[in-house]
């Protein structure tokens, strides 16, 4: 009896450590449901890997905003002043650096010899023009013939011809300023021989510069001649307000971009022209509402662009339309929402769904571009 009792005991107690192993349904007690396909957790119930972003708030502005570029001032006015015809520099009137008047002598090449054949020309054609007058007379009077009177005609037009050809070679051994200006170093010494197309100095006209930027296609038609724009000089500290005088007719095919011409007074001299400068102007049009976001966030697909975005600490795939883009920042004018969380970094370990915690929060101030 005791045997029996005791052995009874025994089969109790392996039946209720049986009951207690079937209701764990997994190695160590974890219950099911927790760490396989499907579950909340990695394999083996461990959670999901976490990775760490920064974040950036989708926040709404209007495009109309200041735009600016880099330019090169350039003179109004600059030209090379060279020689027009061969020969021997008499006279130098030009100096280093000086300012001259439209039409001022610069330079006189050797024209002794084309003076000479000047008065003979002009001796022919005294000749010419008495015989004419003979012939014309005896026409009148049937003293002479029709043809003799065309002919003394020719000849006369002739020889004055011949005397307007070498005044015309007589200017151009003289070299003057086509416009007023500053002329540069000069190359030349009084005494040297000058073949045609020799540089003498080069002439520019400072108290005007101009400066040509490219405007984005977005605000291709944002300026109109006349509007005004600024003209900035950062290293000097120079600012004036120019003035837009001309625009490209078509973009560029390869930058979808609009040259724009802007004039600005420089009377004082602040301004140097071959300096860099900043121009900067207020887009009044396509002012259409639209969400900067940091130029790093979009990524590309066959889709287009998209972007990450965190909602419930997963990472969403939203795909976007773009507009105007900087080296920082792109518009995106379609698909996201104003608040929305756009995540900037970690991109390349991101998949949609994939669990996420904000570590950063970047605001707008963080990717201001003027």
């Known amino acids: 009896m005791r045997y029996f009792l005791k052995t009874l005991f025994s089969l109790t107690i392996i039946a209720l450590v049986a009951c207690s192993g079937g209701d764990s349904g997994a190695p160590g007690g974890a219950p099911q449901g927790k760490g396989g396909p499907g579950g909340k957790g990695g394999p ?73 054949q000047l008065k003979q020309a002009e001796s022919n054609a005294e000749l010419a023009r008495q015989k004419q007058e003979r012939v014309k007379g005896l026409y ?90 600024e003209i900035r000089d950062e290293e000097r500290h120079v600012v004036k307000s120019g003035e837009v005088k001309a625009l490209e007719a078509s973009l560029s095919e390869s930058s979808r971009t609009r040259q724009i011409l802007v004039e600005v007074e420089n009377t004082d001299g602040e301004l140097l022209a071959g300096s860099y400068a900043k121009v900067k102007t207020s887009m009044q049009t396509g002012a259409a509402s639209s969400i900067p976001v940091p130029a790093e966030a979009l990524t590309l697909d066959n889709d287009g662009a998209y972007v990450f975005v965190a909602k419930g600490g997963k990472a969403v795939i939203k795909h976007v339309e773009t507009g105007l883009r900087t080296p920082i920042t792109v518009d995106v004018t379609v698909g996201l929402d104003e608040g929305d969380t756009v995540i900037t970094s970690g991109l390349i370990s991101l998949r949609e769904g994939t669990s996420v915690r904000i570590r950063e929060i970047r605001h707008n101030a963080d990717y201001e571009v003027e």
Not at 76 to 92: K, P
């Open 140 to 229: 009148e009077k049937d003293g002479a013939t029709k043809a003799d009177l065309e002919s003394a005609d020719a000849s006369l037009k002739s020889a004055e011809a011949s005397v307007e050809l070498i005044k015309a070679q007589i200017v151009k051994t003289e070299v003057r300023a086509p416009f007023a200006g500053v002329l540069g170093f000069v190359n030349v010494s009084v005494g040297a021989w000058l073949s045609t197309g020799n540089s003498i100095a080069t002439l520019s006209d400072i108290k005007k510069l101009k400066a040509k930027f490219a405007l984005p296609q977005r605000y291709a038609s944002a300026l109109k001649v006349g509007d005004s724009v």
């Open 44 to 116: 083996g119930g461990r959670p999901a890997r976490e990775i760490a972003v920064e974040g950036y708030i989708a926040e709404s502005h209007q495009a109309a905003r200041q735009f600016s570029a880099m330019a090169t001032l350039e003179a109004l006015n600059s030209v090379e002043l060279t020689a027009a015809t061969s020969g021997r520099l008499m006279n130098l009137y030009a100096k280093d650096g000086a300012q001259v008047q439209k039409g001022a002598l610069l330079a006189k090449i050797d024209d002794s010899e084309l003076r000479a």
